[in-house]
C-alpha cells in the first residue's frame, strides 16, 4: 500500500513541487512528470498534503499510519552521518545524574522508567540501514531494564559512583541494536542511591530532558500509589515529526529561509582561528572538559538591566561578550558562533521527547571601533533575524553550502554559546530529595563551549572544552577575562571594544612586569673599545683574530686598529661621522672596524658580494665621507666619499697608541641596512648603549670567557656577525673567522670547525643543516647558537646531540642583534618551533593586540621590544622612525621607546615567547629577513613585467624558497631574463629560487593579492576542464562505477574527489553500502572521508569480492533523499 510518506518522496523524485494555496493543493513540475499514478496517489492523500503542506508553526502535524520504518529528520540524519565517524566513541551522548536521598521505592522508580520508556517512542528507536540509507525503527514497548549496582562495600562510594557514571557516559551506543535509553539505580546508603540516565542525542534533546524528569516523577507518585500512571495520549511521535520536516523541504517558505541563510554565511571565513596550545589533530577528537565558574548576582542583574535598557534579552547580551571576547583573542572581526534553539515552534511539540533541536548561526562584524552598545545592536538584529529563519534545519544548511570537508573541526562553527532553558530538572518525588550529581563526562562536542545557566546566586557558567587543543590553564585564564570584561562593560558599555580591559589584574601584572624583570646594572663609561682595550691590557700577546692561517694577537689587532684610526680622524672621521666599510672577511676587516669605533665615528658594512647598484645607493644615502676597501671590480664609482687603502695607511707613520675619543651611548655605533618595503634598503642607526648591553648581556648567558673560541661564519652586513667580532674580543676570546666560500660549504665549514677547535658558533638553521648534510657528526664542548629563522624542534633535536649546549635567539636588526634568549632542552625537540625565550638583561618584550593593549597569556599579538637594545631609527628616515619606534605606554621611565618588530608571537604560561612569523610583508629566509615588496618593486621595474607577487613557499617539505609569481605584460617573459635583472639589483638571498608565470594573480574580495591562493611550484590545482583520467585498475573501476550511480555522474575518473563531483554525507553513506555489499570489506564512513579519491579509496577494497547477484535500481525513496 502507498503511504504518504511515499507520495511525498515520488513527487519530490519526480521534480514536482506541492504547496497549499488559498486552501487547495496546487503543484509545479516538468513536462509529464505529474503520471496518472502519482496523480492518483497524490488525490488519495490529498487532506493530508493540505493538512501536512499547509500547516505552519500552528497547523497539526499528522499521524502517520504504521510501517515497519520511516526516515530521519534532517537533524537526525547528519547526527547518524556523525555517529558513523565517531567510530566507538560516545560524543553524541547525554549523561544525567540525579543523587537521590531518602526512602526510595525502588520497584516504583523502575516502574515508573518503564512507563516514560512506554509512553515515548524515541526511546525505544532504533536505526538501520535500508539499501544504504539511514531508516528510524520502532521497538515495541518492553520497558526500560534499568540496571543496578551496589557500592555501598566501596571504601569511598561516592568516588566509585563518579568513576562509574563517567564510565557510563563515556560507554558508546550502537545506533543499530539499541538501545538508545539506558538507565541504572545505583545505592550508595540504604537511603542514598544515584540514577543514572543516558540517551543518545539522536533521540531526546535538552528539553527532552525537563519532560523525562516531570514524568518520570508523575508515573513514580502512581505506581508508589499502587496504580499506573494515568496520561493524556501523546497528540503525535517523534516519526511524524520526521516525515513532515520532509514535506516541509519542499514548502516555498523553505525556499525563503535557504536564501536567508545563503546571503548571511557568503564569504564568512572558514574557521575561527582561536589560538590553541597543541596543533589541530587532523581527525576531531571529541575529548573534553569543563572549567566552571560563576558570575555573581550582582553582574547578573547588572546584564539584565543592560539587556533591558536595549530592548534585548539576556542571551543576547552574553553572545555579543563571547563575540568581544573571542575578537580580542582571534583578532578576527568577522566572529560566527553557533547556538542551540529548542525547535519547537509548533505547538504540537510540547512534551515531547526527542531530537527536535536546531542550531543557528550568529555571524556579527565586531569592529575593535565599534562600542559595546553597537555591537549588542548588532548582535540582537543578527538573533531576532536568526529566529525569523529558524525553521531551516542546520544539517540542511551543511549540505547545501556545500563546505569543504575537515574532520579536524566543526562545519561553519568552532565556538558554541549555550543559556540553558532545560525547564525544571528538579524530581520532585515523595520522601526522597533529589539534587543533580555533578561528574566529569570526559566530551567536548565542539572546540569551545560557552554554557551559561542563571542559577539564584548568579550566573553559572561551563566552558567545555576540547583537551587535545587547550589546556586548563588558558580556560581559567578564559574565564577570569570574560568576568573582567563583564565588569568593564557595566562600567563603561560606550567604549571602543577593541580598547575594553579584558585582563584580569594578576595576569595583566605577569605579561607587563614578572615577564620583563630583565634589569641589571651597566658600568658606567663602559663600551666595546673600552673593554677591547682592557682585554689589550690583560693578555697582549693572546690570540685575538684568525683567518686563512694569520693571526693577530690582541695587541697586534689593537696597533694596527689605532694606527688606521689616526689616519681616519685626520681625515675627518670622529662622533658623529659615518665611514664605510666594504672588505671582504679577513682580519683587515676587524681591524678598520675597530678603527672606525675608535676614532668615535659610525661604521657602515658594506658586503663587497652586494650589486655595484646597491653598493652605491647605501653610501649615497648613508651619506658616508669615507670608504675603506673598494667597489667589486667592475663595479661604479664610490661618489664623493674618499677612499682609504689601508695598505697605504699601514705602511705610513702613525702613532700606535690608542686616539682620543668623544662618545656616549647616544653615539651611534654602526648603521646597518637591511631590506626596505619600498624597494630600497634602510639603515638602522644602533647605539653604543645597545650594543654595549647586548655584549654584556651575552657575556653572561650563554656566556664567553678568554678560554673560548668562536668560529665567526656571518657576512659584516648582516647584523648578528656584530657578536661573531665583538663578543669574542670583548672577554679575551679568539675568533676564527671563515671565507664567503668556506660558509656556504658544507664539507669545507665541518673541516674548519674541526681544524679551528672552536667550542662556540653561531648560525642560522640553514647554515646548521649544511652542516648536518655534508656529515657533520658533532664536536665535544660546541655552544651553538642559532638564530635568524624559526628553529624547528627536529633540527634542535639534531643538534642537542651534536654539541654541549644549543641556544635558540632571537632579535631584529632595530633593537641590536639579539634580543631573547631561550637554551634548548631535550623536550623542545618534539615542538614544531622551538621558543625563543626570554628577554635578555634590561629589555621589555609586549605583545600586544591591534589596538596596542597587552595580549593575554597564549594569544598571538605583534611584539613590541624596549629597553637598552632599541636603536634611534631608520637613518634619514623619520617618518618611518617615527611610525616603527614609538612611545614605551608600559614603562615607569619617561622617554622610553618600543619597536614595533611586526612579528607576530605570543607568551607562554612559563614566561616564554613564541614566534610565530611575520605580520606583514616581511619574511627571513637562512637568516635574512627580506622585504617581498623590494623584490617586487625590482620586478615591477623591468618592461616586460605587467604584474607580481613574491611569497615564502616549502617548495618541498624542510626547504623554503622565495616563489615569484609575474603575469607578463604583452609576450611571455624568459624567467632566466628576469633572474639576472634581479641579480643586478638584489642580493642574492633576496633572489628568488622559483619562478611561476600567471595570466593574473588571484585576488580577494578587497582587492588585494590573495596570497594563500598563490599556488605552490610543481604543484598545480587541477582545472574544472582537466583531462579526464580513467580508472587505472579494477578495484578504481569498481569504486568509480559505483561513484556514478549514486552521483548520477555520467563518468567518474581516478583522481576524481567524491564530495568536487557534488557528493555530501548521505551519499557517501550510499556510495559505501554499495561497495560494502558488492566487495565486501570493513571500510566506513569515515574511510572515503579520509580517502576521497577514487583511487585512494580503491586501495580500501579487498582483493577477492564477494559473489554478488544483480543489484536493483535506487528506489524512488533513496533518489527523493539523493535529491534533497
Known amino acids: 500500500m502507498t503511504t504518504l510518506e511515499q507520495v511525498l518522496s515520488a513527487t519530490h523524485a519526480a521534480g514536482v513541487r506541492l504547496w497549499v494555496e488559498d486552501g487547495g493543493l496546487r503543484f509545479r513540475g516538468p513536462?509529464?512528470?505529474?503520471?496518472?499514478?502519482?496523480?492518483?496517489?497524490?488525490?488519495?492523500?490529498?487532506?493530508?498534503?493540505?493538512?501536512?503542506?499547509?500547516?505552519?508553526?500552528?497547523?497539526?502535524?499528522?499521524?502517520?499510519?504504521?510501517?515497519?520504518?520511516?526516515?530521519?529528520?534532517?537533524?537526525?540524519?547528519?547526527?547518524?552521518?556523525?555517529?558513523?565517524?565517531?567510530?566507538?566513541?560516545?560524543?553524541?551522548?547525554?549523561?544525567?545524574?540525579l543523587e537521590l536521598a531518602g526512602e526510595l521505592d525502588r520497584v516504583a522508580l523502575e516502574r515508573a522508567l518503564d512507563d516514560v520508556v512506554d509512553r515515548h517512542e524515541s526511546l525505544r528507536t532504533i536505526f538501520v540501514e535500508v539499501r544504504g540509507e539511514p531508516r528510524q525503527r520502532v521497538q515495541p514497548a518492553a520497558g526500560a531494564a534499568p540496571g543496578w549496582r551496589d557500592l555501598t562495600g566501596e571504601a569511598d562510594p561516592d568516588l566509585a559512583a563518579c568513576a562509574l557514571a563517567t564510565a557510563e557516559a563515556r560507554r558508546p551506543f550502537d545506533l543499530e541494536c539499541g538501545p538508545l535509553f539506558r538507565a541504572q539505580l545505583v545505592r550508595l546508603a540504604p537511603t542514598r542511591h544515584l540514577l543514572l540516565t543516558t540517551m543518545h542525542h539522536i533521540v531526546a534533546d535538552g528539553l527532552s530532558l525537563g519532560v523525562f524528569v516531570r514524568e518520570l516523577a508523575q508515573a513514580y507518585r502512581t505506581r508508589r500509589a499502587g496504580a499506573a500512571p494515568d496520561w493524556i495520549p501523546l497528540p503525535l511521535q517523534y516519526?511524524?515529526?520526521?516525515?513532515?520536516?520532509?514535506?516541509?523541504?519542499?514548502?516555498?517558505?523553505?525556499?525563503?529561509?535557504?536564501?536567508?541563510?545563503?546571503?548571511?554565511?557568503?564569504?564568512?571565513?572558514?574557521?575561527?582561528?582561536?589560538?590553541?596550545?597543541?596543533?589541530?589533530?587532523?581527525?576531531?577528537?571529541?575529548?573534553?572538559?569543563?572549567?566552571?565558574f560563576r558570575l555573581d548576582d550582582p553582574r547578573r542583574r547588572g546584564l539584565v538591566a543592560l539587556a533591558r535598557r536595549e530592548q534585548a534579552s539576556l542571551f543576547m547580551v552574553l553572545v555579543a561578550l563571547v563575540k568581544v571576547l573571542l575578537r580580542r583573542h582571534t583578532g578576527q572581526e568577522d566572529i560566527v558562533v553557533a547556538s542551540p534553539i529548542a525547535g519547537r515552534e509548533h505547538a504540537d511539540l510540547t512534551g515531547q521527547i526527542g531530537f527536535y533541536l536546531n542550531t543557528l548561526v550568529l555571524r556579527d562584524r565586531v569592529p575593535g571601533g565599534a562600542s559595546f552598545l553597537e555591537v549588542l545592536r548588532g548582535v540582537r538584529q543578527t538573533a531576532l533575524k536568526a529566529y525569523e529563519h529558524q525553521a531551516f534545519p542546520f544539517d540542511q544548511l551543511v549540505e547545501e553550502l556545500d563546505l569543504p570537508r575537515d574532520l579536524s573541526r566543526s562545519p561553519l562553527c568552532d565556538v558554541v554559546v549555550v543559556l540553558q532553558n532545560t525547564g525544571d530538572l528538579r524530581l520532585l518525588?515523595?520522601?526522597?530529595?533529589?539534587?543533580?550529581?555533578?561528574?566529569?563526562?570526559?566530551?567536548?562536542?565542539?572546540?569551545?563551549?560557552?554554557?551559561?545557566?542563571?542559577?539564584?546566586?548568579?550566573?553559572?557558567?561551563?566552558?567545555?572544552?576540547?583537551?587535545?587543543?587547550?589546556?586548563s590553564d588558558r580556560m581559567a585564564r578564559l574565564a577570569a577575562q570574560f568576568s573582567t570584561l563583564v565588569d568593564r562593560v557595566l562600567a563603561d558599555a560606550t567604549g571602543p571594544v577593541g580598547r575594553l580591559e579584558i585582563l584580569p589584574e594578576e595576569e595583566r601584572r605577569r605579561v607587563l612586569e614578572e615577564f620583563n624583570t630583565t634589569e641589571v646594572t651597566v658600568p658606567a663609561g663602559v663600551d666595546v673599545v673600552t673593554m677591547i682595550e682592557a682585554q689589550v691590557e690583560q693578555s697582549p700577546g693572546a690570540p685575538a683574530v684568525e683567518f686563512d692561517g694569520r693571526t693577530l694577537t690582541y695587541d697586534e689587532l689593537n696597533t694596527r686598529a689605532n694606527r688606521l684610526a689616526h689616519h681616519l680622524r685626520a681625515e675627518g672621521a670622529g662622533q658623529g661621522a659615518l665611514v664605510a666599510v666594504c672588505l671582504e672577511r679577513s682580519t683587515e676587516l676587524v681591524v678598520a672596524l675597530l678603527a672606525v669605533l675608535k676614532t668615535g665615528a659610525t661604521y657602515v658594512p658594506l658586503d663587497p658580494a652586494f650589486p655595484t647598484e646597491r653598493l652605491a645607493y647605501m653610501l649615497e644615502d648613508s651619506g658616508a665621507s669615507l670608504l675603506i676597501g673598494e667597489f667589486p671590480v667592475g663595479g661604479g664609482s664610490a661618489g664623493s666619499c674618499r677612499r682609504i687603502d689601508m695598505g697605504a695607511v699601514e705602511g705610513a707613520d702613525a702613532p700606535a697608541g690608542s686616539p682620543a675619543r668623544r662618545v656616549d651611548g647616544d653615539t651611534a655605533a654602526y648603521v646597518i641596512y637591511t631590506s626596505g618595503s619600498t624597494g630600497r634598503p634602510k639603515g638602522v642607526e644602533v647605539l653604543h648603549r645597545g650594543l654595549t648591553n647586548f655584549l654584556l648581556g651575552m657575556q653572561r648567558e650563554p656566556g664567553l670567557t678568554a678560554a673560548d673560541t668562536l668560529l665567526a661564519v656571518t657576512t659584516v652586513s648582516f647584523d648578528i656577525a656584530g657578536l661573531e667580532m665583538w663578543l669574542p674580543l670583548t672577554v679575551g676570546a679568539r675568533v676564527v673567522l671563515v671565507s664567503r666560500e668556506t660558509a656556504a660549504d658544507g664539507t669545507a665549514l665541518r673541516e674548519t670547525l674541526h681544524r679551528s677547535r672552536a667550542n662556540f658558533m653561531q648560525a642560522t638553521p640553514a647554515t646548521w643543516r649544511l652542516l648536518l648534510a655534508a656529515g657533520w657528526r658533532g664536536t665535544p664542548g660546541l655552544r651553538i647558537l642559532c638564530g635568524g629563522e624559526a628553529l624547528p624542534g627536529e633540527l634542535a633535536g639534531l643538534l642537542l646531540v651534536r654539541g654541549a649546549e644549543v641556544w635558540n635567539v632571537y632579535g631584529p636588526t632595530e633593537t641590536t642583534v639579539w634580543s631573547t634568549a631561550?637554551?634548548?632542552?631535550?623536550?623542545?625537540?618534539?615542538?614544531?618551533t622551538v621558543t625563543i625565550g626570554r628577554p635578555i638583561a634590561n629589555t621589555r618584550c609586549?605583545?600586544?593586540?591591534?589596538?596596542?593593549?597587552?595580549?593575554?597569556?597564549?594569544?598571538?599579538?605583534?611584539?613590541?621590544?624596549?629597553?637598552?637594545?632599541?636603536?634611534?631609527?631608520?637613518?634619514?628616515?623619520?617618518?618611518?622612525?617615527?611610525?616603527?619606534?614609538?612611545?614605551d605606554p608600559f614603562a615607569r621611565s619617561t622617554g622610553a621607546r618600543v619597536y614595533r618588530t611586526g612579528d607576530i608571537a605570543r607568551w607562554r604560561a612559563d614566561g616564554t615567547l613564541e614566534f610565530l612569523g611575520r605580520g606583514d610583508h616581511q619574511v627571513k629566509l637562512r637568516g635574512f629577513r627580506i622585504e617581498l615588496g623590494e623584490i617586487e618593486a625590482a620586478l615591477l621595474a623591468h618592461a616586460l613585467v605587467r604584474a607580481a607577487a613574491v611569497a615564502l613557499r616549502e617548495v618541498r617539505p624542510g626547504d623554503p624558497?622565495?616563489?615569484?609569481?609575474?603575469?607578463?605584460?604583452?609576450?611571455?617573459?624568459?624567467?632566466?631574463?628576469?633572474?639576472?635583472?634581479?641579480?643586478?639589483?638584489?642580493?642574492?638571498?633576496?633572489?628568488p629560487g622559483a619562478w611561476v608565470s600567471l595570466a593574473e594573480l588571484p585576488l580577494t574580495s578587497n582587492g588585494k593579492v590573495d596570497r594563500r591562493a598563490l599556488p605552490v611550484p610543481g604543484v598545480e590545482a587541477r582545472p574544472a576542464a582537466a583531462k579526464h583520467v580513467p580508472p587505472r585498475t579494477p578495484a578504481e573501476a569498481a569504486v568509480a562505477a559505483a561513484w556514478a550511480e549514486v552521483l548520477g555522474a555520467p563518468q567518474v575518473g581516478a583522481e576524481d574527489n567524491f564530495f568536487d563531483l557534488g557528493g555530501h554525507s548521505l551519499k557517501a553513506t550510499m556510495a559505501v553500502a554499495r561497495l560494502r555489499e558488492r566487495h565486501g570489506g570493513a571500510f566506513t564512513l569515515a574511510d572515503l572521508f579520509r580517502h576521497p579519491t577514487v583511487a585512494a579509496f580503491a586501495r580500501l577494497l579487498p582483493d577477492t569480492p564477494p559473489p554478488v547477484e544483480a543489484v536493483a535500481p535506487l528506489t524512488a525513496e533513496e533518489l527523493e533523499l539523493l535529491n534533497d
Open 961 to 991: 624558497q622565495l616563489v615569484a609569481y609575474v603575469v607578463p605584460r604583452d609576450a611571455p617573459v624568459a624567467m632566466a631574463e628576469l633572474r639576472d635583472h634581479l641579480r643586478a639589483k638584489l642580493p642574492d638571498y633576496m633572489v
Open 239 to 292: 516519526r511524524d515529526y520526521a516525515v513532515w520536516q520532509l514535506a516541509r523541504s519542499a514548502a516555498p517558505e523553505m525556499a525563503a529561509h535557504s536564501g536567508y541563510w545563503r546571503e548571511k554565511l557568503v564569504g564568512a571565513p572558514p574557521a575561527l582561528e582561536l589560538p590553541t596550545d597543541r596543533p589541530r589533530p587532523a581527525v576531531q577528537t571529541f575529548r573534553g572538559r569543563i572549567h566552571a
Open 846 to 887: 609586549y605583545v600586544v593586540d591591534a589596538a596596542g593593549e597587552p595580549a593575554p597569556i597564549g594569544v598571538p599579538g605583534e611584539l613590541w621590544i624596549g629597553g637598552e637594545g632599541v636603536a634611534r631609527g631608520y637613518w634619514r628616515r623619520p617618518e618611518l622612525t617615527a611610525e616603527k619606534f614609538v612611545r
Open 822 to 832: 631561550h637554551r634548548v632542552s631535550p623536550a623542545d625537540a618534539s615542538l614544531a
Open 31 to 97: 513536462t509529464g512528470a505529474m503520471s496518472e499514478e502519482l496523480r492518483a496517489q497524490v488525490r488519495q492523500y490529498k487532506l493530508e498534503l493540505v493538512a501536512l503542506l499547509g500547516g505552519g508553526a500552528n497547523g497539526r502535524i499528522p499521524r502517520m499510519p504504521e510501517a515497519a520504518d520511516y526516515p530521519l529528520s534532517p537533524a537526525q540524519r547528519r547526527l547518524w552521518v556523525l555517529a558513523q565517524l565517531e567510530e566507538g566513541r560516545a560524543v553524541y551522548s547525554m549523561p544525567f545524574a
Open 429 to 471: 518525588l515523595p520522601e526522597v530529595e533529589a539534587r543533580a550529581f555533578p561528574f566529569e563526562t570526559g566530551i567536548s562536542k565542539f572546540d569551545l563551549t560557552f554554557d551559561f545557566q542563571e542559577a539564584p546566586d548568579g550566573l553559572h557558567v561551563g566552558l567545555e572544552f576540547n583537551t587535545d587543543l587547550f589546556d
